[in-house]
């Protein structure tokens, strides 16, 4: 009679830079790991100099973070980011984890994911809309935590307003050409909103959303059954 173990979990670190996000998104940071492994390690890193960091300690509290105090001997030097990357350099050659979050939107953790992934471990990142691309994209996923914060205005103004998102996705699928299948934007655009559902902005479709932007138009290639959606930039 066999034997039936449950999958081994994988064991996640995350790291969270508090120079560059909110306290108050600390809770879907770790709703956003809980999908892809246990929260192993939990650290928050922060400039214990800066009235700023107070504001840490009660989330750090209510999800179990142990609260990094970092010392700030020079000024003008972010000590916040080099206290991370060496605990996340001990953290990968230790073996006692499986992957990282990084928290933040500073595009200088960039060189640090790719050495990640190199490593053969899962990345995950957050961060705000305004975090570089090339951040974004040497994460496996990368959620934009300003994303998940309810916002008054209407869908269409809506729209407008997140349209960097989707010209974003549109780039990175289309890799230098002025058009590409609507199937890989849909995957890249995933990555950068994990949350993605086009009835956010009235749309029943993604290729709806984007026709809806103006900027793109919707070409359907095949025939019926091997029918494609290809999305491509209109010309000026």
């Known amino acids: 009679m066999k034997n039936h173990l449950p999958m081994k979990e994988s064991r996640m670190a995350i790291l969270v830079d508090s120079d560059n996000v909110s306290p108050d998104t600390i809770g879907e940071v770790v709703k956003f790991v809980n999908q892809y492994g246990h929260p192993f390690v939990k650290r928050i890193y922060g400039d214990c100099t800066k009235q700023a960091m107070a504001k840490w300690i009660e989330p750090a509290r209510e999800y179990s973070f142990r609260l990094i105090e970092v010392l700030v001997h020079v000024k003008g030097k972010n000590a916040t980011d080099i206290a991370l990357v060496i605990d996340a350099m001990d953290l990968l050659h230790s073996g006692t984890v499986d992957g990282f979050c990084i928290v933040s939107s500073d595009g200088d953790f960039t060189l640090l994911a790719q050495r990640i992934r190199e490593s053969g471990l899962l990345v995950l990142g957050c961060g705000r809309t305004k975090t570089p691309v090339a951040f974004v994209n ?99």
């Open 138 to 236: 040497s994460c496996k996923k990368f959620m934009f935590m300003d994303m998940e914060q309810e916002n008054p205005v209407t869908k269409e103004v809506l729209l407008q307003k997140e349209a960097a998102l989707f010209d974003k996705a549109f780039e990175i699928a289309a890799n230098g050409n002025s058009e590409v299948a609507l199937s890989i934007v849909g995957t890249e655009l995933k990555k950068i909103m994990p949350k993605f559902k086009p009835k956010r902005y009235r749309c029943k479709t993604l290729g709806a959303v984007y026709q809806k932007l103006d900027k793109y138009e919707l070409i359907q290639t095949g025939e019926k059954k091997t029918k494609n959606n290809i999305v491509r930039k209109k010309q000026n």
